[in-house]
């Protein structure tokens, strides 16, 4: 059995908690819903010839309640914003859509007047799987230990991943990222899809598999080299996701990643007034180099980055990096071949570092 899998949300720092699950359709939602789920700043609702997904601006929810002593928002006479897009298996040969390993607790729905609409000891499963969905191609959605949600498509002995095709209906923009993850923008959110990352294994050997989206007339499909072994199993896994505090005491806020040949991550932020960031013993620049009110009331920043291992848990490096008259900001990192961390910005500090023999120094 080959495997297809993907992480399909990726918002930064942001992960579901409690305990996430699918909650069955007894009646209290339309009849097109089979199972509904909490994302972070919406809702998806998983039906049988597709999925659909429903964003909330939350600055409008912030405004209409007044939190924080903020004023109610006035200028949008209490109008809250939302954003809906589906995304449709197209031609199918669902055979089945089962729910998979159900949870202990239940809801109640007793909701308005009207008694037909009330559903009561409503089930939530971690998982829910359509089988056949292609032919020979199952399809299940669930939470991983992470709690993170994801997608796998099943590609059975006799199954052709070219069979799947995915269409995007009600976005403002579909595209596929210069790192190869589908970006889906809306009015209210951009939704990253990872590049999916494919392996066999040969010989007790990991062997890595291109894979890469691809948007052919509005669909979604996959490619796939026509050169891997067809006789061992292929497995394309969700990349890799983690979310961590970065130990700073200083307001510090996140741009932009990446990773090396070895799984490494790289966070590449802002970090504003000096001795609150995490830099390491013997960094490239440990010490915050200014730019305090740069101009007049706004505070300048120093570019902030981080290297941690490829689980997470162990912070390799961090540094500052900026100059001493105004701000910094990283807009994109790049690891090359030989593993060294490019970083393109923006500053505006005329004692930026460069190296003696710059282009422009």
């Not at 741009?255 to 090396?260: K, L, R, S, V």
């Not at 932020?269 to 490239?284: D, M, R, T």
């Amino acid at each position: 059995m080959r495997y297809i899998a993907f992480l399909i949300m990726v918002f930064s720092a942001i992960k579901i908690y409690g305990q996430p699950g699918f909650i069955e359709n007894k009646g209290q939602w339309d009849s097109k819903v089979l199972y509904k789920t909490d994302i972070p700043s919406g809702t998806l609702y998983l039906e049988k010839d597709g999925l659909t997904y429903n964003f909330i601006d939350e600055k409008d929810v912030q405004h209409s309640q007044a939190h924080h002593g903020e004023k109610n928002n006035i200028d949008n006479n209490g109008i809250v914003h939302l954003h809906c897009y589906k995304v449709k298996f197209g031609n199918t040969s669902l055979e089945s859509i089962k729910p998979i390993d159900v949870y202990s607790d239940y809801t109640n729905y007793f909701i308005g007047n009207d008694s037909k609409k009330w559903a009561s000891k409503v089930l939530k499963y971690n998982a829910v799987h359509y089988k056949n969905l292609y032919k020979n191609i199952d399809f299940q959605m669930y939470f991983n230990k992470a709690q993170n949600l994801q997608y796998d498509f099943l590609v059975q002995p006799g199954g052709n991943t070219d069979d799947i095709r995915l269409t995007y209906e009600g976005q403002d923009g579909l595209y596929v990222d210069s790192d190869g993850s589908l970006i889906v923008k809306t009015s209210i959110n951009k939704v990253t899809e990872l590049k999916p990352f494919a392996y066999q294994e040969i010989n007790g050997e990991q062997i890595k598999i291109i894979c890469k989206f691809l948007i052919r007339d509005g669909n979604v499909a996959f490619q796939f080299p026509t050169d891997y072994n067809h006789d061992y199993q292929l497995t394309i896994d969700p990349t890799l996701v983690f979310s961590t505090y970065s130990g700073s005491t200083t307001d510090n806020w996140g741009f932009t990643a990446t990773f090396d040949d070895a799984s490494n991550v790289f966070s590449g932020g802002i970090a504003f007034s000096a001795g609150g960031y995490p830099v390491s013993v013997g960094a490239y620049q440990v010490n915050y180099a200014g730019g305090e009110y740069a101009y007049g009331n706004y505070y300048g920043c120093d570019i902030a980055i981080i290297k941690y291992d490829s689980t997470g848990t162990q912070r390799l490096w961090a540094t500052y990096l900026g100059g001493t008259m105004s701000e910094e900001l990283p807009h994109s990192l790049v690891c090359d071949r030989n593993n060294n961390l490019i970083i393109m910005g923006t500053t505006g500090s005329a004692d930026f570092p460069t190296s003696v023999n710059a282009y422009d120094n």
